[in-house]
C-alpha cells in the first residue's frame, strides 16, 4: 500500500471504498484510486476535520475521461486524492463540501465533466454563447505545446 | 415589498467586476447568490503553453495586489519536483517581499474599507502609508506591482543594502500605532459600521472552507506560515493572529494587527539576511517528471497550486487556487438578515480579488 510505515491517517485513508494506494512525496500524501468512492471519501475527509482545498481537472483526451484530484489539507500535511471521472461524470460533493461548490461549477465550464447532484449546477466562470468544456481540447496536449526559451540570455 | 437588488457586475465599491445579486424585504436582506467570471483570462490554460521561465512571469499576473505570492509560490512547487533547495540569502528576499506585500494589500483593503464607510480622511492616512510600503518595494525590485522577484531556484533581484530600509519601517510602524489601528477601533464612525455586522460563526467559517484573515477573524486559527512553515518563518518565529467574533471589525483588527506583525518579520529578515548566492541555478531549470503541491499564505489567505510535469520545457498542468476563490461565496453567509445598506462594508470586508478569482 505505501512504503512508509502506515500510521493512523495512511490506514484511514487506505480503508476509503476504491482506494488502490497510498504514498508520501513531495511534501504531501498521494492517494490513487481510479475507482475511488467520492462520495466515501468526502465523508471520511469531513469525519477526520479535514477541509477541501481545491480540486484539479486533467483532460485524458478531447472527449474522453478527465483525471480528478480533490486536495484535502489538514494544515500540517495536503492529501490529494486521484482518481477519474465515468463515462465523464462523478458524483457531486457539493451537498457535502460547500468547497466543492464552485470547483464543480469551473471544471464543468472549462472541461465539460458532469457532476450529477450539483445543487446549483449553473456556469460559473463561463459566458453566455460557450459550451461547457470550453477549454478542454486546448489543454489536453499541453506539453509538446511548451516552447523552448527564447532568450539566449538566459540559457546555458 | 420583496424585491432583488444587483449590486454589480460595474461595481460602487470595487473596481472589479462581480456581481451579488440580493434579494431583500424592505431594507433586509433575505438571500443573496454571487456571480464571478466577468474578466476570466484561461491563465492555467495559457501556462500549459509557456516554458519554465516564461510560465513565472505570466503566473505573477494572476493578481496585481498579490502578483510576488502567486509566483514564489509556483516557483516552490517547482522546485520540490525538480529537488532544487534555493539559497538561504534567496529565502529572506522572498520573506521580505511577501511581507511587505502583505502591507501593501492589507493597505490597499483598509484605504477601500474607510471609502466604503464615508471616511475620506481614513482613506488618505491609509494611502499616504500604502505609498511608502510601494516605494520601498520600488527601491528593492524596481516596481510598484509585478516585482519579478522569483524565478525557479530563487530570486532574480539583491537587496544591496538591507539596514537602509530600517527607518522607514519605524516610521511606518509608529504611524500604524499611533493614527491607523487606534481610528480603525477606537473611532465611533468605524465602530458602528464594523461592530456585530457581517457576522460569521467559526461553524460557518469552517463549513464554508474560508481561508485568511477571514477564518482567522471567525476564531479559525489556520495561517499556512504557522501550520507548514516555508522560506524563514520558521526562523524568524511568528504570531498568528485570530480574534473569536467573526464580524467585519474582527476582519479589521486582524489585518491591523498582521500589519504589525509583517513589518517585524520585514525588520528581522533585513537584520538578519545572510550572505550568499541569489539562484541555486542559472539558466532554463530543469523540472522532471512529477508533481507537487504548495500552499502560501497570501495576503487574503491561503494560496494553494498544484503543478505537473512531463519533464518538458514547461508544466504540463498548473492548478491555481486563490484565497477568494473559498473566501467570496461565504459572503452570502454573511450578510443574510442585514439593512442593505450594509452589503458594500461586508463585502468588501472579506478583501475580494477578482483579478485573482477569474485568473
Known amino acids: 500500500m505505501t512504503a512508509d510505515p502506515p500510521t493512523p491517517l495512511t490506514e484511514r485513508l487506505a480503508s476509503i471504498n476504491g482506494v488502490a494506494s497510498v504514498s508520501f512525496h513531495n511534501r504531501g500524501l498521494w492517494v490513487d484510486g481510479p475507482l475511488l468512492d467520492v462520495e466515501a471519501m468526502a465523508d471520511a475527509m469531513a469525519g477526520l476535520g479535514i477541509r477541501l482545498g481545491s480540486i484539479t481537472a486533467i483532460p485524458q483526451s478531447a472527449k474522453g475521461e478527465t483525471t480528478i484530484i480533490y486536495h484535502f489539507i489538514s494544515e500540517s500535511i495536503i492529501i490529494s486524492f486521484k482518481t477519474q471521472t465515468r463515462n465523464g461524470a462523478l458524483a457531486s460533493l457539493a451537498g457535502r463540501l460547500r468547497a466543492a461548490a464552485w470547483a464543480e461549477r469551473e471544471i464543468r465550464d472549462l472541461f465539460a465533466v458532469d457532476f450529477p447532484g450539483h445543487p446549483n449546477p449553473l456556469p460559473l466562470i463561463k459566458p453566455s ?28 | 415589498m420583496a424585491y432583488t437588488f444587483p449590486l454589480g457586475p460595474y461595481h460602487p465599491a470595487l473596481e472589479e467586476p462581480f456581481k451579488v445579486n440580493v434579494q431583500c424585504k424592505g431594507e433586509i436582506i433575505e438571500s443573496a447568490t454571487i456571480e464571478v467570471g466577468f474578466s476570466y483570462r484561461g491563465i492555467e490554460m495559457l501556462a500549459q503553453q509557456r516554458n519554465w521561465i516564461e510560465v513565472v512571469t505570466l503566473i505573477e499576473r494572476v493578481c496585481g495586489i498579490c502578483s510576488n505570492t502567486h509566483a514564489s509560490t509556483f516557483c516552490m512547487a517547482a522546485e520540490s519536483i525538480a529537488g532544487i533547495e534555493i539559497p538561504k540569502r534567496a529565502a529572506h528576499i522572498r520573506t521580505i517581499v511577501a511581507e511587505l506585500e502583505r502591507l501593501h494589500s492589507h ?5 477601500v474599507g474607510a471609502e466604503d464607510i464615508g471616511f475620506h480622511s481614513l482613506f488618505m492616512e491609509v494611502f499616504n502609508l500604502r505609498e511608502r510600503v510601494m516605494d520601498m518595494l520600488e527601491a528593492i525590485s524596481g516596481n510598484r506591482v509585478n516585482y519579478g522577484m522569483n524565478c525557479i531556484g530563487g530570486v532574480l533581484r539583491d537587496i544591496a543594502d538591507p539596514l537602509s530600509h530600517l527607518p522607514v519601517l519605524d516610521a511606518m510602524e509608529k504611524t500604524m500605532t499611533n493614527i491607523v489601528i487606534p481610528t480603525f477601533t477606537k473611532n465611533p464612525t468605524v465602530l458602528a459600521r464594523t461592530r456585530n455586522v457581517g457576522r460569521l460563526s467559526r461553524e460557518q467559517a469552517i463549513e464554508w472552507a474560508v481561508v485568511g484573515p477571514v477564518a482567522r477573524a471567525s476564531g479559525v486559527d489556520i495561517d499556512v506560515r504557522k501550520d507548514q512553515p516555508y522560506l524563514v518563518y520558521a526562523d524568524l518565529g511568528f504570531t498568528a493572529v485570530t480574534r473569536p467574533e467573526g464580524d467585519v ?34 539558466g532554463m531549470p530543469s523540472v522532471p517528471a512529477g508533481e507537487a503541491t504548495m500552499r502560501t499564505e497570501a495576503p ?7 503543478v505537473a510535469s512531463e519533464g518538458g520545457n ?29 452589503l458594500s462594508i461586508v463585502q468588501a470586508s472579506v478583501d475580494p480579488c477578482i483579478s485573482c478569482t477569474d485568473r
Open chain 1, 129 to 156: 454563447g460557450f459550451a461547457n468544456g470550453m477549454l478542454r481540447e486546448a489543454m489536453c496536449g499541453p506539453a509538446a505545446l511548451a516552447k523552448s526559451p527564447t532568450s539566449a540570455l538566459r540559457v546555458k
Open chain 2, 107 to 111: 493597505l490597499l483593503w483598509a484605504g
Open chain 2, 249 to 282: 471589525l474582527a476582519r479589521v483588527v486582524v489585518r491591523a494587527l498582521e500589519m504589525l506583525e509583517s513589518i517585524r518579520l520585514v525588520r528581522e529578515a533585513l537584520k538578519s539576511i545572510p550572505d550568499g548566492k541569489l539562484r541555486a541555478s542559472e
Open chain 2, 300 to 306: 487574503r489567505g491561503e494560496a494553494f497550486y498544484y
Open chain 2, 314 to 342: 514547461g508544466p504540463a498542468r498548473v492548478k491555481i487556487r486563490t484565497p477568494s476563490f473559498v473566501n467570496i461565496p461565504a459572503i452570502q453567509a454573511m450578510i443574510t438578515g442585514l439593512p442593505l445598506a450594509d
